[in-house]
């Protein structure tokens, strides 16, 4: 076999691959550049000789088909719940020309006293509104009986997750953090999140579910979300970072008894 038909053959094969990944949903489709990859199959055509260089060609061309159709079923699955995904809105950015961005802003620019014209009603109404209103030092009452410090840990809120002191939860949550680094190491640097919160009871789970969420604070760890499979896997991190991730990740006992996590133990 020459030099240059093996090439030719590894290219060809290395698209079907990256097709395949993609069609399985082991990657992002949005990840394969299909018009790039169809300008390189143009580009060897001509030079095709062999039977199964032709083969191998037909089926990358398959392949590339199969992944548009996957981009077009993740989009309208997305659009069908009416929701807008910053990843399709930064693809429309990126593609769009200054002029069209900036028409773009001129269309969507709604001024309030164009929105929303001034009339003898409007401020009837308005007038009324203000004037139903409770008294400003009766709504400052209400107010005060209803905040609460946040932001900081409290001695109850580590009782409640069974830790005696901050000494000792600051010494489980570096144990979580040795964890997860031996945990990353052995799977090649990220490890599913769910799996490794995973624990025999729900209390437990809970448990680590908070303390993963301190090293994410401390920016220790990092959250790598699939927007498709919508799949979690945590990442530890050598230095802090500056760009924080955040990710509200709701669980409750019935989701924990869904997911079988309730057998694992630590590695």
Known sequence: MSSKL?????IL???????????????DPFQVDVVQLFGKLRELLPELETDEELYL???AVLGLTSVILKQDEWIRYRSSLMFLDPLLVLLKIEKLEDKDLADVLRR?????????????????????????????????????????????????????LGFASEEEFLSFLRSEEERLRREA???????????????????????????VSFLCS????????DPISGEMWLIPLEKPMENKVSL???????MWRKRNVGGRTEG
């Open 218 to 225: 401390y920016g220790r760890a990092t959250i790598r979300k």
């Open 13 to 27: 094969l290395r698209i079907l691959d990256l097709c395949e990944k993609a069609v399985k949903e082991e990657m």
């Open 248 to 254: 509200a990740i709701p669980i409750d006992e019935e």
């Open 57 to 59: 060609d037909l089926e």
């Open 6 to 10: 093996k090439k030719r053959r590894e």
């Open 185 to 211: 190491d052995k799977r090649g640097g990220e490890v599913p999140y769910w799996e490794f919160i995973g624990a025999e009871t729900f209390e437990e789970t809970i448990r680590r579910a908070y303390l």
């Open 108 to 160: 969507s620019w709604r001024p309030i006293v164009e929105a929303r014209g001034i009339s003898p009603l409007f401020l009837e109404r308005a007038l009324e509104y203000w004037r139903s209103l409770p008294a400003l030092d009766e709504r400052k009452i209400e107010l005060g009986a209803e905040e609460e410090q946040t932001g900081s840990l409290t001695m109850s809120d580590l009782e409640s």
